[in-house]
């Protein structure tokens, strides 16, 4: 609920914060894809009583967004940085339509993969959009820069990123201010067609107001954007930093001057050029891409080239420390914690031992049962993104030579498979090899990996709320797949053999289900409230 | 210069309780006034494998800067899977508490599961800046009431087995 004392005081995830922001600022709806670190900030949203939903993917949560905006309301979509990926269609170009009320875009990177399949930075894809970033390094920016992201996004009429990484989304603290409520804002649809309809004889002319906006708010952000400093104002060493390495750097180096951007893209230039003159040394601290360095460089400031092993992982405080101190080396390694597996009775398990009874080759995919691919079970052989394993396996088939090709089976869970495994399945009905091919859906009636959120096939809403369930099967029937079966993978684990064991045989084109509910989620009560990160999670004490 | 924090380091296994552990330390120094951050991975990483939360508190007055722990800069480390515990000794700043699970009777807890509470029990008679009421206050937000009462049992145990006064 929102903090009903004025001023507030409170103790929140960065999540959270962004959350309450976002309900402070009376925004119309938020919409997302559960991706860590992200996936708390939709169900916080809702807690405080405005309109959040899980969407099946996050093109389609952009889109839902984009009406919002183009109606004329506020609304905050969220993903995680490889989710932008997937809403990129819409988004580079809504970049040039721009919007009617406010979108912001709350995008969750994950320097050092703590759960991920790559380590991209959402600044070098916002600055390829034309989207303005803006970056929290902490709770307290969390829910200030959440605001600020909306007032960006509504005074100059274009989509905002919200910037967050790992430390920033889970990590908790204190955020205290005095709650303003924004004024509601007006719902119409007054967009006229030229910048609504992005056919080129629009899109041409619209392309040239998106440049003159980013310009506008460059000039924007030198002379009022955000922005702090620490440390005495005249060392010989200066710091260009934002998000979480701002902070440690300013623990690493408490003798330095500190210059920590809130928007970064489009850089504030002659503020950083102010900010780092007559300096003999000019250092940018920040995660991933050497996005502020190079940009300081092409810019004619000479800030250093940090050596390539600072790309890579996260930042902490030693790191810093060593950057500043010019000691490339890498890292020791971190002593060896026990892996993450599969929970105890998970019946991924189960399924895995059955493909490897047939000897599949399995083109897997993201979830939990992507923890198949790890000993002892090494079950999976390919899994690179979000609705892969369709595609992947049919391109196997196509080309391995028959007796190999006849082994491959894409695995699949449901809310991966609702996300954008479904396209997969229209290819499969339309493009069949020549040995037909099984798809299996590991349907654990949950989106267990990011923290058991509902989906559209668990029949429950972002609350756990009833909803209208989509019934997986029905989507292959409707596509006209020859063989449509639904197994209890323990229950039924001889008869999933035999058919897997068949299907690797014939021509046909066979769609199984694998359902089983996951054991987190097993004996939880429908009505039990949204999890956020400040509640025990159903497998802690 | 900005005075040292507190280091707190929770380590265990998915499913244990450390998060809810780092949780009730964090509200309880969030609770006292004084500036906290506390820091954890969701996710992959967390599923069965190991968890750790890394909690900081600055002295009264003070604030926090990174949410992580610099490397050897712990202060007290609460280990919940003792055969896991070792990996951690060289993060400890020196003259570190360690305090180990491998010290609690689980036939004395409610539950196994509050082995956790247990814990913060032994930690709290460490850090005697906060007073009780502040650990059972944030106990009681943190959990279900079906649980309360099992909570102060086993945080009452954890007292006993702490810091001899």
Known sequence: MMPMQNPFRVFLSGNEAVALAAAHHNITRGTGYPGTPSSEILPALHSHGVAAEWAPNEKVAAEVALGVAFAGGRALVTMKHVGFNVAADPLFTAAYSGVSGALVIACADDPGLASSQNEQDTRSLAKAAGIPVVEPSDVQEAYDYTRIAFRISEKWGIPVILRLTTRVCHTGGIVSGTYQAEPPPVLAFTRPIEQSVMVPAHARPAHKVLRGKLAAIARWNNEEGPFKVYGPSDATLAIVTSGVSSLHA???????????????????????????????????????????????????????????????????????RRLIAGQPEPDAPPPRAKPPALCKGCPHTQVFGLLRDVDAIVAGDIGCYTLGALPPLRALHTQLCMGASIGMGLGLRHTLPEKEARKVVSVIGDSTFLHTGINGLIEMAYNPPPTGHIILVLDNGTTAMTGQQENPGTGRNIDHNPARRILIEDLARACGIEDVRVFHPTREADALRTALAEACEDDRLHFFVARQPCVLISGRGRSQKTETANCPTPASA | MNPSPLNIKIAGLGGMGVLSAAEVLARTAFNSGRDVKKAEVHGMSQRGGSVASEVRIAPEGGHIQSPMIPFGEVDYLVTLAPEWEDIHMPELKSGAVHISTKAIDPTRLPSIKAINVAAMGILSTYLTEFPESLWIEALDASFAPKLHAGNRQAFAYGRSLGKPV
């Open chain 1, 250 to 320: 300013q623990e690493a180096a408490p003798d330095a001057s500190i210059l920590s951007l809130g928007l970064t893209y489009p850089l504030p230039m002659d503020r950083i050029r102010a900010f780092t003159k007559d300096r003999k040394r000019i250092l940018a601290v920040e995660e991933n891409d050497p996005y502020l360095s190079e940009s300081l460089r092409a810019a004619g400031i000479p800030a250093e080239t940090n050596p390539e092993s600072f790309r890579h992982g996260e930042l902490n405080v030693v790191r810093v």
